[in-house]
């Protein structure tokens, strides 16, 4: 994304060097305040980096639908989804939230996302009657939690249906299936994102209302377990490893590329990785990067045995990480985090649980040739 975001000129902007989301403010001056408010309704978040794709046409949804893990078919006017784009072997290579206008499909997605994209859906259309454009530079999107007062925004709505895409992580959608146990933290998740015209932005930008940086976001997603295509995903991800069927998998829609491996996976074995919320230490006042190893003992020496996805400054739970580590590790295991030679403290909270997936109850049948013994 080259277009510059007017909201770096707000006063206090900061945009931290190694921050996920670059080209937008980081956060301005104060980001356990601005939590507070993001979290309470009060304020927007500048998320205009990230990309914009629409695909127009009559067959667009019946077309996606064939694709994607989410069922869309019958996709109404205004409604919001969010759908996976899988390889052949169902690891992800595209995450996108949806929302339809009626005529046009609107693809919120990573930015890194938007050309690759872009490049294999028009490779997907054969004789269908679709139309897929990068919608990046004509629209921005903006975050916020939506409270009691309704914030005044100039929300697009191109074909008559305001774009405004409610983050479906709240509750397991129709079709879905969650593995995480106990009450959810998603149930406070109230993320909003809509789209507005690139040239309101100035407005916005300069306007009264009460902003927040990324970081702000970022520790709200965190709190509520919500994975990120940028952040918690990798070359090797299948969607059951971060709790992903409960917002963005139809279990039971049908065929699409990389189903096959959905439904193994879920029906009879388990995902290799898992998810967990770790709890840091923060006598050391060090946050972990992106990519930084967890570490358990075994036979009486540091042993890795996954990384950190994102690290942030909770205003309430203090210093929290999302993880991806293997299955088989002891949910009640010792771990630390290496940050650059520091070892930090980490207590894992169980997201997705090791024994995960294989719901199908399939009976054990004898050995061939197997004598039975009667007693």
């Not at 929302?99 to 269908?128: C, I, Q, Y």
């Not at 540091?302 to 400054?313: E, I, N, R, Y």
Request: net charge negative; glycine share 8%.
């Amino acid at each position: 994304m080259t277009v510059p975001s007017p909201f770096l000129n707000r006063p206090g902007a900061v945009v931290l060097p190694d921050a996920v989301d670059a080209g937008v403010p980081s956060h301005y001056g104060s980001p356990n305040i601005e939590q507070r408010m993001l979290a309470a309704g009060e304020a927007i978040v500048d998320l205009s980096n990230r990309g914009v794709v629409s695909v127009s046409g009559p067959d667009r949804l019946s077309w996606l639908n064939s694709m994607t893990s989410a069922e869309l078919t019958y996709l109404p006017a205004g409604a919001s989804r969010e759908t996976l784009f899988l390889d052949p072997n169902g690891r992800v290579d595209y995450a996108a939230g949806i929302v339809d206008d009626g005529e046009t499909a609107w693809l919120l997605v990573e930015s890194d996302d938007v050309p690759p994209l872009v490049a294999w859906l028009n490779r997907m259309k054969f004789m269908l009657r679709v139309e897929v454009a990068d919608r990046s530079t004509e629209f921005a999107r903006i975050g916020l939690m939506p409270g009691d007062a309704p914030l005044d925004l100039a929300v697009a709505s191109p074909n008559g249906v305001p774009l405004v895409w409610s983050d479906p992580w709240r509750e397991v959608v129709t079709g879905g299936h969650q593995y995480a146990q106990g009450e959810h933290p998603s149930a406070g998740w109230r993320w909003t994102e809509v789209l507005v015209p690139r040239e309101k932005l100035p407005a916005l930008a300069t306007g009264i209302l009460p902003v927040a940086g990324s970081l702000a976001a970022e520790a709200l997603r965190v709190a509520a377990w919500r994975p990120r295509k940028a952040t918690e995903a990798d070359e090797k991800t299948i969607p059951h490893e971060l709790d992903w069927l409960r917002s963005a998998v139809h279990l039971t829609k049908g065929c699409y590329r990389g189903q096959e491996t959905v439904a193994k996976v879920h029906n009879l074995g388990h995902p290799p990785r898992r998810l967990v919320l770790l709890h840091l230490d923060g006598s050391d006042s060090v946050l972990p990067s992106r990519g930084a190893t967890v570490l358990t003992e075994r036979n009486g020496e540091p042993a890795s045995v996954g990384t950190v996805t994102t690290a942030v400054m909770h205003h309430e739970l203090g210093p929290i990480a999302l993880a991806v580590i293997r299955r088989n590790i002891d949910q009640v295991a010792h771990l630390t985090v290496d940050e650059d030679g520091i070892s930090i403290a980490a207590a894992q909270q169980v997201i997705v649980p090791a024994d995960a997936g294989a719901v199908v109850d399939v009976p054990r049948l004898p050995r061939l040739g197997a004598v039975r013994r009667t007693p």
